[in-house]
């Protein structure tokens, strides 16, 4: 209190005893009064006060003039009040009017005016009068006087009568009783013993009839008395009738981490409802190890934490504890991008699936009222280093975003870390609220106040390794640990003069260390953990835990929506928070249209020879083909990036709705929507810009669909690796060896028939290449610009039947007279027996496979095309046949050649088709596309491998055989069935997307990274 409003008291102190005769018993409560507030030295001081306006009174008193002189003292009472009103917190103003009528009554015969005076400062002080009238109570009261009300307990041997509404406390020891008054306006205590046993609250005597105050963590102690702490009183006053009782059970739970450590030794406990339990440790002690396997994120390794006896990690179980539990984390688990409504309201949606926009409005605007987050509620978040609201404001908010469904058992992970005191004090003081409405709330603390150290109901307290050493309440642990320790002051557990606790005490006896001879500490501690558990053992946990008490499924408040509700909540929640976070725009939506600006701009070359014209041409630029296979890799790499934070980002938020018990598939399938979305944004205007840049004509629909599925596959990816690693640079250094693969392995920088042998064959798409979306992707635009563009799409089929004929009789009719030659000239040789053989089985498989393109030709001697038949006239007939085909083959050609120049004849008639078919051409054909697909610049058109003939040249029009072929096929066959390149590689790509949804939702490459670690562990164990 401030020097004025003290003066003040004084002489309204002054004032009401100079009504009375009997002075000097009005000075010793002042003393008395002082002291409670202040120092010797200040008590002299205020007294002689008290005794100037004292003596200022008993000078102007004058019996004929009682009246007048009452009148002026009510006038002097008034101005006073009014003067200090301003000054005093409502909890002041009780305090010191509780203090007024204790000086009134301090005689048996109480002088009316007095009392007139006390009555004014009561209106003053704008206390309802009702609440004034339980104060008289309280203090005029004495042993016989019974008050039947709901803000009065008693505390003695004799329960009040049955139907009285005072709350009462067993004592059987105490003569006497305790009277307590509730104030409800300031939720403050005031206790009075009316007794004459020894009594102690927080280790001082206390008077009987004397008022006093209990503050949090006070306690209520005597030598025939069992101790009653704050807890149990404003329990009584402020439990939730309306709230059923839950059990909270850890029974001899351990936990062992991966690498072999034992972070928990066994230990059992049991809470109930209505709870405010402390877990304290030194660093490295396993608090937030405890507090992991107590919510259910760790799994005990031995024994079981159950809630109402049901085990929280029994799968048949889950849905019983669905929503019981809340777990505020250390951490910040909020959206940055959203504001503070929006955190919540998101968070009500997901917990509250059966009320309506308007209900969860209002049950957001009511917490954030509660916890005086209003003003801020359309504030962004932020980051801690971008901040817009305060440490504080955070912390309150990751709370509200469990209070606003109030789970039956919450768990707190240092609420106050980096806070100021007095918002620890605010958050402390919002969480010991809520464990007296009847919730249970664990809180892991580190360093705290005297004044929040009072606050818990229990104190659990580990030592280093995971020993629970302690499991009592919060005072009491200071005189338990100085007993054990047997210090001189073992029975003092807070300071005398000021009353506050020192909780680091606690941990210099539990960590002191043993002194050498020459006086200096060592490292070895003087008790150890173990020590100290088996201390704890004997003294307070030497029986089995009590019987439960409710074993009823738990009450769950809330319902979670349907699994497609939970899709919209998640996909409107995480546009929102994309949509505020400008950099986020600016980098993935310009990103592709400025790759695609820069790639085009560089790749568009044009002829600059003096001899022809200085325009562009679309046919002579030979970087056409770079241009597609960067667009592919680009795709990729932006389809990568953009998702492989994504899960990542969110691991800590999807770690507290992980105790919703949400769907899994719901919030993936949300992220996959989104990603596709700005995908489809993405690959679009980069086809837009580079595309039109380079004068790619009629084809944007078709690299979109190509390059959009390719970023597809690549969120997908980027999705499961977000999904499996912890950390954003883990991921980042991952991404090039996802990407490299993708570009050796395309076909294009090195061919498929030019890998190491040991990874390629000849005739196909090696599985190296196979399981390349880049392959897939690459070939089928490839394969579609050259096949179904303007121009080609007129000749392609008829080009076709052309170079299969052509390359028959240039390339294959060759390889085939050379073969019969050598297998006619060494038939008899023993020493190329083998090779002969092989000859033997090239020209049998290849004359079967001749025979399927011109029927009507048959080889009828080919049954003899074995090593044990064939003979001088098989070869010689063989010849022959040959001959035969080389000129069907020669006829056939220049058919085809004949037709095709009809066509070309048909668009040139005139010079105006003319002009229009070179225009058409150079429009839309590419030489270098046309020379990649058919494989122009390949010195060897046809190669010999494992007994067979593989062509080489114009891979294009060459159709394949089943659905794996070789690079650059026109078609693939599926099911018997022959679909086009473009649309069994579009195909493919999103049947990769699928396998890996499916990874994804089941976290298969998460399940395969610790099954690896685990292996690696086992081996590191074994050596």
């Given at each position: 209190?401030?020097?004025?409003?003290?003066?003040?008291?004084?002489?309204?102190?002054?004032?009401?005893?100079?009504?009375?005769?009997?002075?000097?018993?009005?000075?010793?409560?002042?003393?008395?009064?002082?002291?409670?507030?202040?120092?010797?030295?200040?008590?002299?001081?205020?007294?002689?006060?008290?005794?100037?306006?004292?003596?200022?009174?008993?000078?102007?008193?004058?019996?004929?003039?009682?009246?007048?002189?009452?009148?002026?003292?009510?006038?002097?009472?008034?101005?006073?009040?009014?003067?200090?009103?301003?000054?005093?917190?409502?909890?002041?103003?009780?305090?010191?009017?509780?203090?007024?009528?204790?000086?009134?009554?301090?005689?048996?015969?109480?002088?009316?005016?007095?009392?007139?005076?006390?009555?004014?400062?009561?209106?003053?002080?704008?206390?309802?009068?009702?609440?004034?009238?339980?104060?008289?109570?309280?203090?005029?009261?004495?042993v016989n006087h019974s008050i039947d009300s709901e803000d009065f307990l008693i505390v003695g041997s004799k329960p009040p009568e049955a139907n009285s509404k005072t709350k009462f406390i067993q004592a059987d020891g105490l003569n006497g009783k305790l009277r307590i008054l509730f104030v409800k306006s300031v939720r403050m205590l005031f206790v009075k013993y009316l007794g004459t046993s020894e009594l102690q609250l927080n280790g001082q005597i206390i008077l009987p009839y004397k008022i006093y105050i209990l503050n949090q963590g006070s306690s209520l102690r005597g030598s025939k008395l069992s101790t009653i702490y704050y807890s149990d009183i404003i329990s009584k006053f402020l439990a939730d009738k309306n709230e059923e009782l839950t059990t909270f059970t850890a029974d001899n739970i351990t936990y062992q981490f991966k690498n072999g450590n034992i972070g928990l030794h066994p230990m059992s406990f049991q809470e109930e409802s209505g709870g405010l339990?402390?877990?304290?440790?030194?660093?490295?002690?396993?608090?937030?190890?405890?507090?992991?396997?107590?919510?259910?994120?760790?799994?005990?390794?031995?024994?079981?934490?159950?809630?109402?006896?049901f085990d929280?990690?029994?799968?048949?179980?889950?849905?019983?504890?669905?929503?019981?539990?809340?777990?505020?984390?250390?951490?910040?688990?909020?959206?940055?991008?959203?504001?503070?409504?929006?955190?919540?309201f998101f968070n009500a949606k997901l917990c509250f699936g059966n009320l309506s926009e308007k209900q969860l409005i209002r049950m957001v605007i009511k917490v954030l009222n509660s916890l005086g987050l209003y003003e801020t509620k359309d504030l962004k978040v932020g980051s801690p280093m971008d901040k817009t609201i305060s440490g504080g404001q955070r912390k309150r908010v990751n709370i509200a975003l469990e209070l606003i469904r109030e789970p039956a058992v919450l768990f707190v992970d240092e609420p106050t870390s980096g806070l100021s005191s007095r918002d620890s004090e605010n958050i402390m003081d919002l969480l010991k609220e809520l464990s007296l409405r009847g919730k249970l709330i664990f809180v892991v603390i580190h360093q705290p106040s005297s004044d929040i150290f009072k606050m818990f109901d229990k104190l659990l307290i580990l030592d280093t390794g995971g020993y629970l050493i302690y499991n009592g309440n919060p005072v009491d642990a200071i005189i338990y640990f100085k007993t054990l320790a047997n210090q001189a002051n073992k029975s003092e557990s807070e300071c005398?003069?000021?009353?506050?606790?020192?909780?680091?005490?606690?941990?210099?006896?539990?960590?002191?260390?043993?002194?050498?001879?020459?006086?200096?500490?060592?490292?070895?501690?003087?008790?150890?953990?173990?020590?100290?558990?088996?201390?704890?053992?004997?003294?307070?946990?030497?029986?089995?835990?009590?019987?439960?008490?409710?074993?009823?499924?738990?009450?769950?408040?809330?319902?979670?929506?349907?699994?497609?509700?939970?899709?919209?909540?998640?996909?409107?929640?995480?546009?929102?928070?994309?949509?505020?976070?400008?950099?986020?725009?600016?980098?993935?939506?310009?990103?592709?249209?400025?790759?695609?600006?820069?790639?085009?701009?560089?790749?568009?070359?044009?002829?600059?020879?003096?001899?022809?014209?200085?325009?562009?041409v679309?046919?002579?630029?030979?970087?056409?083909?770079?241009?597609?296979?960067?667009?592919?890799?680009?795709?990729?790499?932006?389809?990568l990036t953009v998702a492989a934070e994504e899960i990542i980002r969110d691991q800590k938020i999807r770690k507290r709705e992980k105790f919703l018990n949400l769907s899994n598939g719901s919030y993936l399938f949300s992220k996959i929507g989104i990603m596709f979305l700005v995908s489809a944004i993405q690959t679009l205007s980069f086809v837009l810009v580079g595309n039109t840049i380079l004068e790619i004509q009629g084809m944007y629909f078709d690299y979109w669909l190509i390059l959009f599925s390719t970023s597809c596959f690549a969120n997908m990816l980027g999705l499961n690796i977000s999904s499996a690693f912890n950390s954003a640079v883990t991921i980042y250094i991952l991404i090039p060896f996802l990407v490299i693969p993708q570009l050796i392995l395309s076909g294009v920088i090195v061919k498929f028939e030019k890998l190491n042998p040991t990874i390629t064959v000849q005739n196909k798409v090696p599985w190296s290449g196979d399981v390349m979306v880049s392959k897939w992707a690459f070939e089928a635009l490839a394969v579609n610009q050259f096949k179904n563009n303007k121009f080609n799409k007129n000749f392609y089929y008829a080009d076709k039947e052309l170079k299969k004929y052509g390359f028959k009789k240039n390339f294959w009719m060759g390889r085939m007279k050379e073969k019969v030659n050598f297998v006619q000239r060494n038939l008899e040789d023993e020493t190329k027996r083998q090779e002969v053989i092989d000859g033997i089985e090239l020209l049998k498989y290849e004359v079967?496979?001749?025979?399927?393109?011109?029927?009507?030709?048959?080889?009828?001697?080919?049954?003899?095309?074995?090593?044990?038949?064939i003979d001088g006239p098989t070869i010689e007939l063989l010849k022959e046949y040959l001959a035969e085909l080389n000129d069907l083959f020669i006829d056939k050609y220049n058919e085809l050649t004949a037709e095709k120049d009809k066509i070309v004849v048909s668009l040139n008639k005139t010079d105006e088709d003319r002009e229009a078919f070179i225009k058409l051409k150079d429009d839309y054909?590419?030489?270098?596309?046309?020379?990649?697909?058919?494989?122009?610049?390949?010195?060897?058109?046809?190669?010999?491998?494992?007994?067979?003939?593989?062509?080489?040249?114009?891979?294009?029009?060459?159709?394949?055989?089943?659905?794996?072929?070789?690079?650059?096929?026109?078609?693939?066959?599926?099911?018997?069935?022959?679909?086009?390149?473009?649309?069994?590689?579009?195909?493919?790509?999103?049947?990769f997307s699928i396998v890996l949804a499916v990874t994804l939702y089941f976290d298969l490459l998460k399940h395969f990274l610790d099954w690896i670690e685990k292996q690696f562990t086992k081996i590191k164990f074994a050596k």
């Open positions: 209190m401030s020097e004025r409003i003290l003066k003040a008291l004084m002489q309204l102190f002054a004032i009401v005893a100079n009504v009375g005769e009997d002075n000097k018993l009005g000075r010793d409560f002042v003393a008395f009064f002082l002291k409670q507030q202040l120092n010797q030295e200040l008590v002299n001081k205020y007294l002689e006060v008290f005794d100037e306006f004292v003596e200022q009174q008993s000078r102007k008193k004058d019996g004929s003039k009682a009246r007048k002189r009452t009148s002026v003292n009510s006038v002097k009472v008034l101005v006073i009040c009014t003067q200090i009103n301003k000054e005093l917190t409502q909890k002041q103003k009780i305090f010191v009017l509780l203090k007024l009528l204790e000086f009134v009554y301090l005689d048996d015969d109480v002088v009316p005016q007095a009392l007139e005076f006390v009555d004014t400062v009561a209106d003053t002080f704008n206390i309802e009068p009702e609440e004034y009238k339980r104060c008289k109570s309280f203090i005029e009261s004495d339990i402390g877990i304290m440790g030194a660093s490295g002690a396993g608090k937030s190890t405890l507090l992991n396997v107590l919510n259910g994120n760790y799994r005990p390794t031995t024994g079981a934490v159950r809630i109402n006896g929280i990690n029994d799968p048949e179980n889950k849905e019983k504890i669905e929503g019981v539990i809340g777990y505020v984390s250390q951490d910040d688990l909020l959206i940055e991008e959203l504001t503070v409504f929006q955190n919540l005398g003069e000021c009353g506050n606790v020192n909780p680091e005490q606690i941990f210099n006896i539990i960590e002191s260390k043993v002194i050498d001879e020459y006086g200096n500490l060592t490292d070895s501690r003087k008790t150890s953990p173990p020590e100290w558990q088996e201390s704890y053992k004997e003294k307070n946990e030497g029986g089995a835990l009590p019987p439960i008490k409710n074993t009823d499924n738990p009450v769950i408040t809330f319902k979670i929506p349907s699994l497609f509700n939970q899709f919209k909540v998640f996909i409107k929640r995480d546009i929102l928070s994309k949509l505020t976070n400008k950099q986020y725009l600016l980098i993935n939506f310009l990103e592709a249209p400025i790759l695609a600006f820069i790639l085009a701009f560089i790749v568009k070359y044009k002829n600059v020879d003096a001899a022809v014209s200085n325009a562009y679309f046919r002579e630029n030979e970087n056409i083909t770079a241009y597609i296979f960067m667009s592919v890799i680009v795709a990729l790499f932006m389809g079967e496979g001749v025979q399927k393109l011109v029927p009507d030709y048959p080889f009828e001697k080919i049954d003899l095309l074995t090593i044990e038949q054909t590419n030489e270098s596309l046309t020379d990649l697909v058919t494989n122009k610049n390949d010195l060897n058109k046809i190669i010999e491998w494992n007994n067979r003939l593989i062509q080489h040249s114009n891979p294009v029009y060459k159709d394949p055989d089943g659905f794996r072929a070789h690079f650059f096929a026109p078609s693939k066959e599926l099911f018997g069935t022959k679909i086009t390149t473009f649309s069994a590689n579009l195909l493919v790509i999103w049947l």
